[in-house]
């Protein structure tokens, strides 16, 4: 192989790798309602444990995200936690609740997110608040992993019944969607104790 060859060959892969390499990039003005593929928002919770007003260290690094695609579009749910510190095969209620107020810890951010004036349910039942999730599955490693899914399609990231500055709640008890006949079943899915809280909040776009 000459010289020249083998420059013209090493220009020819280090520009393929390049291209290869090189992000996708959708050109997009404004507010991206014609790109299907990007959200419109994105937004994120950081979870903290509380014991009364006092913030506990957590070990982990957990945050659930939302993704709105366009503005009348329901809210995906994502995220993973590994090492919830949480019994292996257990069950626990979250929701989204109605103030992002952390001022007294997860005592402090009222019922769940309800505009709608419902009783409590099931995520997929027609009677709920927007804010009912349903339970979270810890599996037996104790880690969570929720896939990205619409969970109740009554939320939005924006308008009216935005979530954005509310609070997100895991409890310590399973919720029994309003079915348990307990005192705060159609309240609060007798879910028991707040055990870690967060405010949603507005992330960045991607790039
Ligand atoms: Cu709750
Ligand atoms: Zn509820």
Known sequence: ????????????????????????????????????????RRAGVFLRSFKGSELVPSAGEAVIYFYQYRENSPVIVKGEIIGTGLAPNSQHGWHIHEFGDLFNGCASVG??????????????????????????????????????????????????????????VIHLGADDLGKGGKPDSLTSGASGERLACGIIGVLPDYD
Request: proline content about 8%; hydrophobic content about 40%; glycine content about 8%.
């Open 1 to 40: 192989m000459t010289i020249f060859s083998a420059l013209c060959l090493f220009a020819f892969t280090s520009f393929a790798a390049i291209a290869l390499a090189a992000p996708i990039r959708i050109e997009t003005r404004g507010i991206h309602t014609t790109t299907p593929h990007r959200p419109i």
């Open 111 to 168: 019922p769940h997110y309800n505009p709608e004036g419902q009783h409590h349910g099931a995520p997929w039942d027609h009677q709920k608040h927007a804010g009912d999730l349903g339970n979270l599955n810890i599996d037996m490693y104790g880690d969570l992993y929720i896939e990205p899914k619409v969970i109740n399609d009554r939320v939005s990231l924006n308008g009216p019944n935005s979530i954005i500055g509310r609070a997100l």
